[in-house]
């Protein structure tokens, strides 16, 4: 295969890896272009970091085949080792030399040294705001300072692609949307392809332009996170990204029944368990009025009573939790600022059609 200026940065094709006889990352598939930044999301254990090893050349597959520009760097016949692949890596560690100072650990990737390595080591310190810091080893620098150290240094030698594994786990949870978005920015100027794997969804749908949703070694659904988010392929993806709400029932010509009035589910067989998924913000509450509730409407179908069982304020929302009436079971529902209703309050909730996806039921409860 010969370069052009329209190959992906970055092809895996197929890749798969054994341990044990169990596939690890089975059938992956993905790409690419420069100055992309793609997340490998998904639960810890499910592929992600192996996935990561064998682009980077520390591990190698079992089958598959990986290219940068075009240019096969591990397929059936050839290999190419991790120090040839011009592939930077960023762990959450940051594996900063401790007796070399900020400016050192930044240079430590370049080679030569001279007055070009010095102009790259002062442009990448001043687009990371350490510049104070050149002469300052790394137990001087707060975590996050260290992580940007760390990035500094993974870029110094502009490689074509840059893996970061899980790179602000370590971080206050305070400093991460900042440390974040700066990281962001700055990888975006240098123009990278970036894969960034995470266990965060907040992480994902902040920094990637794209996010692969691997579970069991496998890329189960891919695109932007707001397709994700909005499109989610099963239950188990609906939930990976936030709460959820499930109501369950079973398909009666091509609708099915629920304390919530009748939901269209065509496409399904007679017969057929249904999960209907709701996020807690979707659900819509009213007051009850002596035993009454609001009229049913096309939008949000019939009205099902609840009584209060609790109610936080988290800051931005207030989460409230109902037993339903009708059948006992506990639905959840969030609203904005500041909402908290005694235990033992009666209420109505209604169900925004629009905002709901069905699924075949999984089993769980």
């Not at 990352?25 to 499910?46: K, M, N, R």
């Not at 959450?92 to 080591?121: I, M």
């Not at 370590?170 to 266990?199: F, M, N, P, Y």
């Not at 913000?281 to 019939?302: E, S, V, Y």
Request: net charge neutral; with cysteine; glycine share 10%.
């Amino acid at each position: 295969m010969s370069s052009t200026p329209l190959s992906p940065r970055l092809e895996v094709q197929n890749l798969r890896r054994v341990f044990d006889g169990q596939a690890v990352v089975e059938d992956v598939s993905f790409s690419i272009p420069a100055g992309q930044v793609t997340c490998l999301l998904g639960p810890s254990g499910c592929g992600k970091s192996t996935t990561l090893r064998l682009i980077a050349g520390v591990d190698r597959p079992d089958a598959g085949r990986i290219c940068v520009d075009g240019m096969p760097i591990c397929d059936e016949t050839s290999y190419v080792p991790p120090e040839r692949r011009a592939i930077g890596l960023m762990f959450q560690d940051f594996a900063l030399f401790p007796h070399l100072s900020v400016a050192e650990n930044v240079a430590f990737g370049l080679k030569g040294g001279g007055a070009n390595t010095r102009a790259r080591v002062g442009e990448l310190l001043e687009k990371v705001h350490l510049s104070r810091h050149a002469q300052s080893y790394p137990h001087a620098l707060s975590g996050g300072e260290q992580q940007r150290v760390a990035l500094a240094r993974a870029l110094a030698p502009r490689p074509r692609i840059l893996l970061m594994d899980e790179p602000f786990s370590g971080l206050d949870e305070r400093l991460r949307d900042g440390i974040r978005d700066e990281t962001l920015g700055l990888l975006k100027d240098e123009g990278t392809a970036v894969l960034l794997v995470t266990h965060e969804p907040h992480e994902a749908m902040r920094m990637a332009d794209e996010i692969l949703l691997m579970r069991a070694g496998r890329i189960v659904q891919r695109g932007a996170p707001y397709n994700l988010y909005n499109a989610p392929v099963d239950r188990a993806a609906a939930a990976f990204f936030s709460d959820i709400n499930v109501l369950k029932g079973r398909v009666r010509g091509a609708l099915t029944p629920t304390p919530f009035g009748d939901f269209l589910t065509p496409g399904h067989p007679d017969g057929t368990e249904i999960d209907i998924v709701i996020r807690p913000q979707h659900l819509k509450i009213d007051f009850d009025r002596a035993g009454r509730g609001p009229n049913p409407t096309a939008q949000d179908g019939t009205p099902a009573r609840g009584i209060v069982e609790r109610a936080r304020f988290l800051g931005r929302e207030s989460l409230v939790e109902f037993r339903m009436e009708v059948d006992g079971s506990v639905l959840r529902a969030s609203v904005p600022n500041v909402f908290l209703p005694k235990p033992g309050t009666p209420m109505w909730l209604m169900i925004r059609r629009d905002r709901c996806f069905v699924f075949p039921a999984t089993g769980r409860a």
